[in-house]
């Protein structure tokens, strides 16, 4: 059941990879195919010089010995030629391949739905897809290694050892029990291992952050904390160092035993070998070269099953994760325009993935074209899940979002290119690329090109003093550019939303510390800005709210009143009461 | 443990192990000596394994000496599983674990000891996270590679040895074409590692790409954006260009290292010809044979081994000048101590203080003059950037270049040993740290050397109303944290800022500091825990730090920072009626709540 599974998984990981780049791939599966076949090349022309050899000790013909010599020269210099050749191609195949297969991946990202992010239970899926894809390539290069290299050389030992005598290929039982048993072993407590240390592992790493992560550093330092967490931190390594040498112990007194099989079946080859001689069956040519290549099976057949295959079977698990993520489901690629109507959301519910806690109960709203709304409440009641599922970057779980007349409206489900509609989030995002990128990367679709005078204009009016010549400096010092301050952030943010065409703009209000003055400007700009639109801003300042026509209080996830600031102090006893207890500390 | 000191000389690799590891260290590297020699060795069995097999084969005598010989060769074979598993596994793996604990040990300590101006300066904490992850595998790397290099050394030359036995030509021949080919190795060594320098700069701008695109906090923008291609294609073109700069290095690599196991090939089947040209008598056939076998394994040594080695030398090079580098920051005494000494306060002043942050052009403190008083409550205000938190630092000896005087009872703060700061003021950070030990211990972590009775802590626990979340967790005091042990519970954000408030009223220090813990919390919750702050803090003089000038009201005196220098200061009452600053930014948030009906 297991074996098909993964059968399964091997064919579409190898598809897929071949899919990357098939000429390459091929082309370095046929020069693999050679470079194996090479080694026997190595050891036929190596029987004959050695015979070459022998002979010349009895007769002195140096000429044969030479053109032996010469051949036997040549078969290694090809090997060595293919040799290069195919590891190079390969790590072609491996980089370009890897670098198809991110791609891949991104475009898959890109389709995915943005509430497949908030997933506690599988918080790094895309983590774990990119180490599978990392490791599905590292997979499909030992596997076609191990079929057109490995395979074909032990195939071709096993005829020619045939040939000189049907017991000889026996031996080579001999050279493959015993690396096979260890690496059965090792794997074992390999697993074993890494599911003791990995809680050690954590506290390890745990205890270093406590010390020298940048969030406690100067905390753990001025509280006299090092000494503690230090020892800490050397307790748990030295836990960790003994796990792992208890584990090694037991590998190496394994191996240990193990290793006179190995001995055994060396000696019983050599055994073998001058049986054979003496009843002149084989040269003493041949005899010789067999015996050299003993040596080379030994290590080809560890370099297999140890690498190869043991490799491939630790790889194999990771894999699934990648051909999984390839498979989950992706939001569908329809275009919309949503800004230019009315909003209506019909008893929406929303949880998130995982949880089975409503953060939104049955919310009823509706928003005309051009009316300025407030969404209020205080932490945690659901405001910025409201937003994003007005902007559509969450679906609702349960009711609807109908955008425009009902009789033509999309139904919501997948729909997740909105266009008319902008967004400065609380969490805007300081981007490591030029002031211009930062600026345009609302609206990627128009050509950036011509398009300096609007940047500046935008920039003009949110009050960022920048000149043409600055559009086009990074502003992250990671690459060589220059740093902006918190407050100038803030505006290039605004400048972002203000710079996508739009006919509604949610603002969701940065909580984080912002002097008083800062914060009133921020408003008064939000007043500006939403003065030509549909707008919606989220806030838990309630004095804020005067620039609306409209709040929304929210509790818990549910409305609890809705209308104009002097309705809601009179209808609604939460909204009067937060208001009053908000103001008391301005009296 | 012994300070660690490095110059940045690659031989140092060899030092450092031999510190770390003693005993270990030198068994590799005399086992690594003989190591070398085993071939040498082999040759001579193997030779005499097949003349006496020939011996046997022409003339069926010998049979003892043939016996002898497999035996020989067994136990060569022993030799090998066994040094295998004694040497690479047993005592490689005891010396790794001796250089990780000694290496990570100093690293750790030096990481807690340095200048704190290091810490926030992008450059220098990038390079101590270089030295950081690049864990001790570097240095057992470097010292490996030096070691490899010697006994290839020894390999080659004792089988040249051999050779020269027989014709006294192949010496000179050999030296002739081995000097060029190891600089060529070595050279090649550098050239790769530059270009794989380069091809990383690219890579890591595709990489913060691939954040763009990855990282869930980005989803939201990216989402409404609709950018998600765009970046896509940006990723694309940095990952092509690194990869094709690769993709050049990685061709002039195997060219190179191809070229040179060419040469040694060539070479060897000269030295073959050479040999059976002017062969003397001497020579058996057993002893040709057997030599040729050694020599051809040298192919794959020098073509592999060799150009891998090389190459890591470059980087080891690198490598052990960025460790010395590290080693050489300056540190701050005393900062691993525990010892906390209170220095009895009657007063804090600032005198003419100017300070700007290293590397920084503009002062964010400019002739600032400020005088605290003992026991009394102040509150510092101002925008964004004024200084407040800077004020902060520097009173906490975390930065000391600063222009002007800060004194603690007319002694400068500058003099006063990191234990007494330590012991005169507490504070809660803005971002302060939740350590996942029990909560007892995060209560306590200043005065671990103290015994804090259970009663004292719930007694704290009262004041901030956690005292009955924490009754309620099944370990109480001793209940862990976070998720680093097993059976730990979590807290929620809210009760995460009550522990850092409680740690601070905990410790018995004179001057208790709040840097706004409470950012994240809505005005109310925050004005709330500060008017228990105060409540809790009435025999001590605090400094609380905050932009919602609600909070400000409760203190005795309120500090107004402007552009780094005291705009203003007195009680609310008295700053209302002056009509200045603070009355501008009070009336600003204050406007929100008027309504205009009114």
Known sequence: ?587 | MDKLNIKGNIFEYIVIAVKAANIYSVIIMVDSLINALVPLFSVYAIASFIDSVNEFYINSAGKDKLVINIILLALIMLYSQIHEILINRYVQLKFNQKMDLYYKNHVLKKCASLKYEYIENKTVWDQIHRVKNSSCSSLTKGFSNLIGVISVFVRIASLMYVAASYNILIITFMSIIIVPLLILSFRGGKETFDAEMESDRYRREADYYHQILADRNYVDEKTVFQYGDYINEKWFQKNEIARKINLKMRLKYFLRMKASSLVTLIVIFVILSLIIITNDKNMTVGFFLSFTMALLQLVDIMSWNFSNIMREIAIDREYIKDLKDFFDLEEKEDACATDAEPIDIDEIRFEHVSFKYPDQENYVLNDLNLVIKKNQHYALVGENGCGKTTLIKLLLGLYDNYEGNIYINSKELRTYRLSEIRGTFSVAFQDFARYSTTIRENLCISDLNRSISDEECYAVLEQVKLDDDVRKSVHGLDTGLGLVEKDSGDLSGGQWQKIAIARVILSDHPVRILDEPTAALDPVAESKLYDLFSKASKSKTTITVTHRLGAAKLADKIVVLKNGAVAEQGSHDELMESKGLYMNMFENQKGWYENEEE
């Open chain 1, 1 to 587: 059941m297991k074996m098909k599974k993964n059968s399964k998984v091997i064919i579409k990981i190898l598809k897929l990879i071949l899919k990357c780049t098939p000429f390459l791939f091929i082309f370095s599966v046929v020069l693999n195919l050679f470079h194996g076949l090479s080694y026997g090349l190595i050891t036929l022309t190596e029987q004959h010089f050695f015979d070459s050899v022998s002979m010349y000790f009895k007769d002195q013909s140096t000429i044969r010995l030479i053109v032996a010599l010469i051949l036997f020269a040549l078969a290694y210099i090809s090997s060595e030629i293919l040799n290069a050749l195919s590891n190079f191609i390969v790590e072609v195949v491996i980089d370009k391949t890897t670098g198809r297969l991110d791609r891949t991946i991104h475009n898959k990202i890109n389709k995915i739905s943005a509430v497949k992010f908030e997933d506690s239970n599988n918080l790094d899926f895309i983590n774990k897809a990119v180490e599978g894809k990392n490791n599905a390539v590292v997979f499909a290069s030992l596997f076609a290694n191990l079929i057109v290299f490995y395979v074909p050389y032990f195939i071709f030992m096993f005829v020619y050892l045939l040939r000189v005598s049907v017991f000889l290929p026996l031996t080579l039982i001999f050279v493959f029990i015993p690396v096979v048993l260890t690496q059965y072993m090792k794997m074992n407590e390999h697993i074993n291992l890494e599911e003791a240390t990995a809680p050690i592992r954590r506290k390890v790493g745990y205890y270093d952050e406590c010390i020298t992560g940048r969030e406690s550093y100067k905390e753990t330092r001025h509280l006299g904390a090092v000494p503690f967490f230090l020892n800490k931190y050397d307790d748990s390594l030295k836990q960790l160092h003994d796990k792992i040498a208890e584990t090694n112990k037991k590998i190496n007194n394994f191996e240990l035993k193990v290793s006179f099989i190995t001995i055994a079946g060396y000696v019983m080859i050599v055994g073998m070998l001058i049986y054979l001689l003496m009843k002149s069956d084989i040269s003493i040519g041949a005899f010789a070269a067999i015996f050299a290549s003993v040596r080379t099976m030994f290590s080809m057949m560890e370099e297999m099953i140890k690498y190869h295959i043991g490799n491939m079977a630790s790889e194999i698990g990771n894999i699934s994760n990648f051909i999984n993520f390839m498979e989950i489901d992706e939001v569908k690629d329809n275009d919309r325009e949503v800004g230019k109507c009315d909003i209506h959301l019909k008893n929406v519910s929303f949880s998130y993935p995982s949880s089975s806690n409503n953060v939104l109960q049955n919310i009823d709203l509706d928003i005309l074209h051009g009316e300025k709304i407030a969404i209020i409440g205080e932490n945690g009641s659901g405001k910025t899940t409201l937003a994003k599922i007005i902007l559509g970057i969450y679906e609702p779980s349960k009711g609807r979002i109908i955008y425009g007349n009902e009789n033509d409206f999309c139904d919501h489900v997948g729909c997740n290119k909105n266009s008319g509609i902008s967004y400065v989030s609380q969490n805007y995002k300081r981007y490591k690329m030029t002031l211009k990128e930062n600026i345009c990367l609302s609206n990627v679709r128009d050509s950036v090109e011509n398009k300096d005078d609007q940047i500046l204009k935008i920039c003009n009016e949110v009050d960022l003093d920048f000149q043409q010549s600055d559009l086009m400096q990074n502003l992250s010092t990671e690459f060589g550019g220059q740093d902006l301050s918190g407050g100038q952030w803030q505006r290039v943010a605004i400048a972002r939303g203000l710079y996508r065409n739009s006919d509604l703009i949610v603002l969701d209000e940065p909580t984080a510390a912002i002097d008083p003055v800062e914060e009133t400007y921020i408003y008064n700009k939000f007043k500006q800005i939403i003065s030509g639109l549909t707008g919606v801003l989220i806030t838990h300042r309630l004095g804020a709210t005067k620039i609306v026509d409209k709040i929304v209080v929210l509790k818990e996830g549910g409305i609890i009143g809705i209308g104009s600031h002097n309705e809601l102090m009179k209808t609604c006893k939460y909204y009067s009461d937060l208001y009053e207890e908000q103001r008391k500390w301005y009296m």
